[in-house]
């Protein structure tokens, strides 16, 4: 794992997502996409890593600190496991996991909020809805430049 | 063990108070001002190219907001108004009474006197000696009245005298203050737990309403065959916000 390379990737997708998409209603979420892909392309301990760093720089740009690294390092370790049993590969099945990933992280945020009395005024349904689609539309075209940056090689299956 | 000590941190991050933890997002904010300011300004000037129509002015947007605003919590209000008063009318049933809802504007009840002032007058139909229910049990009655205020003497004031009974017992209850009244030199006996009401009063009451509880009942120190009855109001005076006024043969 290329930590350097890691952490430069992460802060520009914070950067991105409180600069650049802050304005849009409807917007993919760059760190949970980015959660998707470290959980499916890495090892489950450095998964489990890059999961809680991830929620940390989500907390950053969020509403409140704490909420997110809980959700993104749960859910984030959970995907973890799930790869030593299942391989996603393709990129349906990377964005149907983006789009529940991001369903679940949001839902389990937004009741953290809940008790931190940190809560947005309304919509936070429909809004979690939008972003966990759009990220699960956008997500896997984003993982190949992803891949190539964190110089990370896929396994091919051989012939033989 | 790693995510253990991870999510241990994430707990305590959740937890930690606010102004300690808000300093790691000031700390984000401060460092990536300038890339931040430049990807909000891009996004800004995107959405800027929207058609007008579409748009209203930032300060006309905010004013509208809390026009909004203010109608939700004005609707909240007058909900809560209707569902009392469908209440108050549908428990007792009087004719010719009508209930005049109030809030209480000032509270005095931790001092000589125990009263409070609501923001109901003259204008709305209170006059002297009217019953005041909060919680749907007697408080006190109407001791002065203004064009658009009046002062409600508390039960527990002690220039208080209110005919109550308890059972078919009955009797004059006076204020004993610290949120009590008292019933002095009782001619019966009665039990702890033994709800007391207000009789009914022409032209005021028309049934009895409860009162409060008697809270203690011993013997009076000079005429041992008397009783001493200490009441505890049934409504809690000091958490009340509002107070419903009872108006009977209001003149339309």
Not at chain 1, 53 to 75: N, V, W
Not at chain 2, 201 to 228: M, R, Y
Request: glycine share 8%; proline share 4%.
């Amino acid at each position: 794992m290329r930590w350097f390379r890691f952490a430069v990737l992460v802060l520009v997708a914070a950067v991105l997502q409180a600069g650049l998409l802050e304005n849009f209603d409807f917007k993919p979420d760059l760190l949970l996409i980015l959660l998707v892909f470290f959980g499916v392309y890495c090892r489950t301990s450095d998964a489990i890593i890059t999961s809680f760093t991830i929620g940390f720089a989500a907390d950053l740009i969020g509403p409140a600190m704490g909420p997110q690294i809980i959700s993104f390092g749960l859910f984030g370790s959970l995907l973890a496991y799930l790869h030593r049993v299942i391989v996603i590969r393709k990129m349906p099945y990377q964005a149907l996991t983006i789009f529940i990933t991001g369903l679940l992280t949001g839902v389990l945020a937004h009741l953290l909020n809940l008790l931190k009395e940190r809560v947005p005024a309304s919509g936070v349904w429909g809004g979690l809805f939008g972003i966990s689609l759009c990220s699960a539309v956008i997500g896997p075209f984003l993982f190949l430049p992803s891949l190539w940056w964190m110089r990370i090689r896929t396994h091919r299956p051989s012939r033989y | 063990m790693l995510f253990t000590w991870l999510m241990l941190a994430g707990l305590i991050l959740l937890f930690a108070p606010q102004n300690i933890t808000n300093r790691f997002q000031f700390a984000f904010a401060r460092t990536f001002r300038w890339p931040l300011s430049i990807g909000r300004s891009i996004s800004l000037s995107a959405r800027s190219q929207q058609p007008p129509d579409d748009v209203v002015a930032r300060r006309e947007y905010n004013q509208l907001r809390n026009y909004a605003d203010n109608l939700e919590q004005t609707l909240i209000q007058e909900r809560k108004r209707s569902k009392k008063l469908y209440g108050l009318y549908n428990k007792y049933i009087w004719d010719g009474a009508e209930f005049v809802l109030a809030e209480v504007i000032r509270a005095s009840t931790d001092g000589p006197s125990f009263e409070l002032i609501i923001d109901r007058g003259q204008n709305n139909g209170l006059a002297k000696d009217q019953f005041v229910l909060g919680d749907d049990a007697v408080v006190g009655t109407v001791s002065d009245v203004w064009l658009h205020q009046a002062r409600v003497k508390l039960i527990t004031d002690a220039s208080s005298n209110l005919a109550v009974q308890i059972g078919r017992f009955k009797a004059v209850m006076k204020g004993a203050g610290a949120g009590l009244a008292k019933i002095e030199l009782a001619k019966h006996r009665v039990r702890t737990g033994d709800n007391v009401y207000a009789v009914k009063k022409p032209a005021f009451l028309d049934s009895p309403i409860i009162v409060g509880t008697v809270i203690n009942c011993q013997s009076n120190q000079e005429h041992p065959l008397l009783w001493d009855i200490t009441v505890k109001p049934a409504c809690d005076i000091e958490a009340l916000e509002g107070v419903a006024v009872i108006v009977m043969n209001r003149q339309k």
